[in-house]
């Protein structure tokens, strides 16, 4: 089978597919004539047995001790409701400490934020964590470097191909060689420049103000 047909037969994207495939879970042939990967019943069981853990909420690294066989189907159940249970744990807090806080009739620019904290506080050293949405919240500040570098890059693009149009249209004789090389190499330096500042900004935003933010 092609990957479009286990994709359709079992209910996973081709993302997926080669997800697990790259995670080692799922090892299909190859056909020898043309090299494709050759899908059949088996790997689709495999799929289909991935698929169960995962809706379930099963981790990766136990469902690769279970196919390995170092855990059986009841040992990563067992382990895995150990971290349902945590999971269920800490949500009930959670919902506590909303429930509590809906009968607060203050505006949010007048509510004691630091007593709530430290109560929380209080509250994860039981053992007990709480919901972090700070992440998301990072990752929203790609977005606008992300867009403008597209933009740039684009610009830049149009910018060394209208130079070019024009001296093939406007110059009877041949430019030299290294006024080419310019009117090329300075638009592909300044795109270089912008790309290499998304790259330097989206490592900031991953390493230093994640880590920040997990902090407070």
Known sequence: MKINEVEALVGITRKNIRFYESEGLLTPRRNSENGYRDYGEAEVEVLRRIKLMRKLGVSLEEIRQMQSGTHTVGDGMRRHLVTLERERENLEQSIRLCARLTDCRERLSDLDAGAVLEEM?????????????????????????????????????????????????????????????????VPLVMTGGVVYALVQRIQEIGKGEEDDAKNY
Not at 154 to 173: C, K, N, P, T
């Open 121 to 185: 506080t209080a509250i994860e050293q039981t053992g007990t964590t709480f919901q972090n949405k700070q992440k998301k919240d990072v990752r929203s500040r790609l977005i606008a470097p992300v867009f403008i570098t597209a933009v740039m890059v684009l610009l830049m693009a149009g910018f060394a191909g209208l130079l070019l149009w024009s001296i093939h249209a406007v110059v009877e004789e041949t430019p030299a060689a290294f006024m080419m090389v310019i009117l090329v190499l």
